[in-house]
């Protein structure tokens, strides 16, 4: 597989905003609702979009997934220090691409490039009621941390320490 990540540009704010779109289409009719359709939207994303923090997988040239990369998340762990974390959110991968690869190699991407910066620990959450995502997570070598009531979300949070020489998986 040639894959390569990339950080998106401003002509990107629809594609990633398609990934999305299309990721929460499928998680809803799955009976997993995930996203509000609005919190998609190019117009809802743009200023992430534009401001670097979305990144995107491309597959031979095509693009297959997407991931939110930020150095701050005050809104979902705000209990732990900020500087020494990155922090990914909305991870999606078109259908045509599911399956394990494409979404392993943005969070090992993820992972790579926060020990790259210099922080400790790369966090992310997802719906507690997703058993087969955490799963994922947690073959990668992400451990749980600890449940969070936001807003409408009810999430687990996990973390995984990139100075740990066993590495991913492991």
Not at 17 to 26: C, F, G, K, V, Y
Not at 79 to 94: G, K, N
Not at 130 to 158: C, D, K, T, W
Request: proline share 4%; aromatic share 12%.
């Amino acid at each position: 597989m040639r894959l390569s990540i990339r950080q998106a540009a401003s002509q990107d704010i629809d594609t990633v905003s398609d990934i999305l779109r299309e990721a929460a289409r499928w998680l809803e009719d799955s009976g997993m609702a995930m996203w509000r359709d609005d919190e998609l939207l190019p117009e809802s994303i743009a200023s992430d979009v534009q401001s670097g923090s979305f990144f995107l997988a491309e597959y031979d040239g095509e693009t297959a997934g997407t991931v939110r990369f930020q150095l701050e998340d005050n809104l979902f762990w705000p209990d732990v220090p900020q500087h020494d974390s990155a922090f990914i959110h909305r991870l999606a991968v078109r259908r045509c691409y599911a399956g394990g690869d494409v979404s392993s190699a943005l969070l090992l991407w993820s992972i790579a490039r926060t020990r790259a910066l210099g922080r400790r620990y790369i966090r992310l959450d997802c719906e507690v009621s997703r058993p087969r995502l955490r799963a994922i997570y947690e073959r990668i070598g992400f451990r749980f941390h600890s449940n969070r009531q936001v807003g409408p979300y009810f999430v687990a949070r996990y973390e995984f320490d990139v100075t740990d020489v066993a590495g991913p998986g492991a």
